[in-house]
Every structure is written in C-alpha cells, then in structure tokens.
C-alpha cells in the first residue's frame, strides 16, 4: 500500500520511512506540499498522506484544507511537536513529533488502513 510522507526534514520523513517499510508500506517521500500535491495528481495508488504541520510556504493544514476542498477523502495524518488548537479542518489523526514518533505513526497507519479497509 501506498503512503505520501511530506516533511520539510529530510531525515525526519527518511527515518519515518523506514519504520513505515518495515510494515509493509510502500513511501513516496515529498519534501513540500507543492510536490505532495504533484504526486497526488500523478498518482492515484496512495492510499493516505502524512504531513508534518511545520512546513515553509504551506502548513500540512493548509495542505488538508486544499485537498479536502479538491475532493480528497482518503485518511490524512499530521504530524507535530505542537498541539493542535483552533483548526478549522481536521485531520483523521495527530501524532507528536518526538522520540517516539516513527513506532506511534507506524500503530496509527495500521489501525486507520486495516486490512480489508482500504480500496
């Protein structure tokens, strides 16, 4: 299955990645949401986005906000050292950017695409 990992942190989406492999998952890495969203109209097989909310130019909120309004309905995680507060678009799941990030994301990307859930 495959997955849209975007992070401004190269090493931080690399990292992720790995632990996301290891699952089974097939990661498409972008280092923007100008490039996420270039994969997305290139590739109709990603099964989900995960975005760092930090980003220059446009947040992962942004992000969310741009692809709910085009119609996008797939699961969207974000990822962040922050709380989330005062959103207006909500993603299907938030998970804190810290030293335990990768394992959580890794439990969170299952249970939202269990097998037999996803098209």
């Known amino acids: 299955m495959r997955l849209l990992l975007v992070d401004d942190d190269l090493f931080a989406a690399e990292l992720a990645s790995v632990f ?3 699952s089974g998952y097939e ?13 997305l109209d290139s590739d109709s097989d990603i099964a989900l986005v995960i975005s760092d909310f930090h980003m220059p130019e446009i947040t ?3 992000l969310l906000e741009v692809l709910r ?5 797939k699961p969207f995680i974000l990822l962040s ?4 507060t005062d959103i207006t678009v909500i993603p299907d799941c938030w998970v804190k950017k810290d030293e335990n ?19």
């Open 81 to 84: 050292a922050s709380e989330m």
């Open 27 to 39: 990661v498409v890495i972008a280092e923007s949401a100008m490039t996420a969203l270039a994969n």
């Open 60 to 62: 992962g909120l942004d």
């Open 101 to 119: 990030m990768a394992e959580r994301l890794v439990a969170v990307v299952n249970e939202i695409l269990k097998p037999g859930d996803a098209a």
């Open 20 to 22: 996301l492999e290891m």
């Open 69 to 73: 309004a085009n119609g996008w309905n």
